[in-house]
């Protein structure tokens, strides 16, 4: 069984910069794509950014230009650079796993708070 660690999440001024991680751990093998989604009260959660094993990335329109994800597959460990941030992007933030199975996990969520 995989376990989805994430880190970095805060309270942060706009225009302010976060980055996010998330580090797996357990049944590692097998994994298609990483990444985030998020999810602010009221709302869906929705993409933010995800990365495949090969290192193709997509990104939602509302982040493009202002977030980065990347891999360390040798730490199978998954970041979100986060910059320019906007009050809009408060949310909780998930770490997503998907294997080549196409079975899916979550980690805890970590908040992300964008106010002055």
């Known amino acids: 069984q995989v376990q989805l660690v994430e880190s970095g999440g805060g309270l942060v001024q706009p225009g302010g910069s976060l980055r996010l991680s998330c580090a797996a751990s357990?049944?590692?093998?097998?994994?298609?794509?990483m990444g985030w989604y998020r999810q602010a009260p009221g709302k869906q959660r929705e993409l933010v950014a995800a990365?495949?094993?090969?290192?193709?990335?997509n990104y939602t329109d509302s982040v493009k230009g202002r977030f980065t994800i990347s891999r360390d597959n040798a730490k199978n460990t998954v970041y979100l650079q986060m910059n320019s941030l906007k009050p809009e992007d408060t949310a909780v933030y998930y770490c997503?796993?998907?294997?080549?199975?196409?079975?899916?996990?979550w980690g805890q969520g970590t908040q992300v708070t964008v106010s002055s």
């Open positions: 997503n796993l998907v294997y080549y199975s196409g079975s899916t996990r």
């Open positions: 357990g049944s590692i093998f097998k994994i298609y794509a």
């Open positions: 990365i495949t094993s090969s290192g193709y990335t």
